[in-house]
């Protein structure tokens, strides 16, 4: 089993920066992709940034070349670092970890609000 803590988020202003922080406890040998999801009201959850353990990493393209996703694979974390915030930026955002062999193997964080507004 694997638990996913969450720290960061908060109230920033648009063209701010803010980073989030992930970190995983307990174990699962297949899991080898960590990142971070968002979700807003009525709308479904969709990915930011993963990346695995082999350093490959995938961005939406709404936050290319503004975030950053960082990963620490000795030490079971993940952060992300988000810069020139926008207005759509704001959602919960969702701490990941899953397994590319198994698409069914997935855990999440319990979510950390980021709002951007003036």
């Known amino acids: 089993q694997v638990q996913l803590v969450e720290s960061g988020g908060g109230l920033v202003q648009p063209g701010g920066s803010l980073s989030l922080a992930c970190a995983a406890s307990?174990?699962?040998?297949?899991?080898?992709?960590m990142g971070w999801y968002r979700q807003v009201p009525g709308k479904q959850r969709e990915l930011v940034a993963v990346?695995?353990?082999?350093?490959?990493?995938t961005y939406a393209d709404s936050v290319k070349g503004r975030f950053t996703i960082s990963r620490d694979n000795a030490k079971n974390t993940v952060d992300l670092r988000m810069s020139s915030l926008k207005l759509e930026d704001t959602a919960v955002y969702y701490c990941y970890a899953g397994a590319e062999s198994d698409p069914d193997l997935e855990y999440w964080g319990q979510g950390t609000q980021v709002t951007v507004s003036s």
């Open positions: 307990g174990s699962n040998f297949r899991i080898n992709v």
């Open positions: 990346s695995t353990s082999g350093g490959m990493t």
